[in-house]
């Protein structure tokens, strides 16, 4: 696969969200199927793999470290810190925690799981209100500098963050959610990254599944599917956004593709340092994931997807309100 480059950091031009194997989309894959998943993803070129420690929680990490344990070396992992473990220990969180001693905490304990000696990017998984971002970035220089970290990242934060940051410690890659049907990053991070050459990494770059064209009105989600909350995947607003589906597979039929290759080669196609990051279950969603890499859109390619893309009014907030206050900051 090609490559391309997030700042300084070389990675393939597309990466592997881990999340869904075992958290947040329902049943988590068994271990062995997971393992032999990542594995082949490695054979197949991806040498770029996402996770965090909120992700299980804590199993995710242990899941990613396990299976490219044999791969130091050739691939990189990128990981997050800023949440707090509930004091029970369970499951759930109880908010954000970005205070430079914590993260140097939440560094060594990756740093273990992952069984790695240095972790390749670290983001602060969302920004901080009560921890001025010019500390978080301080922190992360004093682990760059200790050689537990080779790279500093952050995740849904606003332009102005972003710029403070970078100030103080060199930001290679922001994490956003950014796909067709989420295009808010092109008013103002996508100008400011391309000002300070920083690389975009898109999360859910297919919808969280919409954009492959496998879910409809009728579609049921499992309770422990993160899905069922959002207001996207409401029945009405998926029966409304289909409009959307029925222009990439009209696409995808002219240029031998699927729908999910067309909504991942447009963000390629954006820019030279972007690297999306869509994740799966499936050996064949992964070879078809895969694929977009080779798949060219032309000009008019473009063109048409963005006239008609800019006809249809994309129904449902991405996240409930609680959610969405943790972005832009």
């Known amino acids: 696969m090609q490559t391309r480059k997030l700042g300084n950091l070389e990675v393939s031009a597309l990466g592997f969200g881990c999340m869904g194997l075992n958290f947040s989309y329902g049943a988590a894959m068994e271990k062995s199927d997971?393992?032999?998943?990542?594995?082949?993803a490695v054979e197949r070129g991806v040498t770029f793999f996402d996770t965090a420690e909120v992700y299980g929680p804590l199993t995710n990490e242990e899941l990613v470290g396990e299976a490219l344990a044999?791969?130091?070396?050739?691939?990189?992992?990128?990981?997050?810190?800023g949440f707090k473990r509930n004091p029970d220990g369970g499951s759930r969180w109880s908010g954000l925690d970005s205070r430079p001693a914590h993260i140097k905490e939440v560094c060594d304990a990756s740093l273990t799981r992952l069984r790695v000696e240095t972790l390749d990017l670290f983001y602060q998984h969302r920004v901080d209100p009560d921890v001025p971002i010019e500390d978080v970035a301080g922190a992360v220089k004093e682990l760059i500098q200790a050689g537990k970290v080779k790279?500093?990242?952050?995740?849904?934060?606003?332009?102005?963050?972003?710029?403070?940051?970078?100030?103080v410690q060199t930001v290679t890659a922001?994490?956003?959610?950014?796909s067709l049907w989420w295009r808010k990053p092109e008013a103002e991070t996508i100008p400011a990254l391309e000002e300070l050459g920083i690389g975009f990494v898109p999360y859910s770059p297919l919808g969280r599944g919409f954009l492959t064209g496998t879910i409809d009105a009728s579609t049921t989600f499992a309770g422990n599917d993160f899905r069922a909350a959002l207001p996207r995947f409401a029945p009405d607003a998926r029966k409304a956004n289909q409009v959307l589906i029925d222009l990439l597979a009209g696409i995808a039929k002219r240029k031998g593709a699927t729908a999910a290759q067309i909504a991942l080669a447009w963000l390629l196609a954006q820019k030279p340092w972007i690297v999306p990051i869509p994740?799966?279950?499936?050996?064949?969603?992964?070879?078809?994931?895969?694929?977009?890499?080779?798949?060219?859109?032309?000009?008019d390619d473009l063109r048409e997807i963005e006239a008609a893309?800019?006809?249809?009014?994309?129904?449902?907030?991405?996240?409930?309100?609680?959610?969405?206050?943790l972005t832009g900051r």
């Open 34 to 40: 997971a393992i032999a998943l990542l594995r082949s």
């Open 70 to 81: 044999p791969f130091k070396g050739k691939i990189a992992i990128a990981t997050k810190f």
């Open 151 to 167: 790279h500093f990242g952050l995740s849904e934060a606003g332009a102005q963050t972003v710029r403070r940051a970078h100030a």
């Open 174 to 178: 922001l994490q956003s959610e950014y």
């Open 279 to 299: 994740g799966t279950t499936k050996l064949h969603r992964l070879e078809e994931n895969i694929g977009a890499a080779t798949l060219t859109l032309t000009a």
């Open 309 to 325: 893309t800019a006809k249809i009014a994309v129904q449902g907030d991405r996240y409930p309100e609680n959610l969405e206050r």
